[in-house]
C-alpha cells in the first residue's frame, strides 16, 4: 500500500473575484494590475487553469497586512 503524504500547509486558492474581495477591489483591476504589473503593493502572481487565474489567499491576505501595517507608520506626523 502507497503512503500518500499530506501537505499540513497546504496552499488555499482563490479565483479571481474572491481574490478581489480579498484585496478590496474590483475583479477588473485585479486582472488590470496582474496585466500591467501596477499593483501598489507586492502581488502575488497567480496560477493559470485552462481561462480562469487561481490566486494564493494567504499570500494575498498577507500582501494586504502588510500594506495596512505600511500605511500606519508611513502617515504624517500632523
Do not use: N
Not at 477588473?28 to 480562469?52: C, D, I
Not at 487561481?54 to 497586512?65: G, V
Not at 500605511?71 to 504624517?76: H, L
Amino acid at each position: 500500500m502507497e503512503r500518500i503524504q499530506t501537505d499540513v500547509t497546504a496552499t488555499r486558492w482563490a479565483d479571481t473575484r474572491e481574490a478581489a474581495r480579498i484585496v478590496r477591489c474590483h475583479p477588473e483591476v485585479l486582472r488590470r494590475w496582474h496585466r500591467e504589473g501596477s499593483a501598489p503593493f507586492a502581488l502575488p502572481r497567480p496560477k493559470r487553469r485552462g481561462r480562469q487565474y487561481f490566486w494564493d489567499a494567504d499570500a494575498l491576505h498577507a500582501a494586504m497586512e502588510a500594506l495596512e501595517t505600511d500605511e500606519r507608520y508611513t502617515g504624517t506626523d500632523g
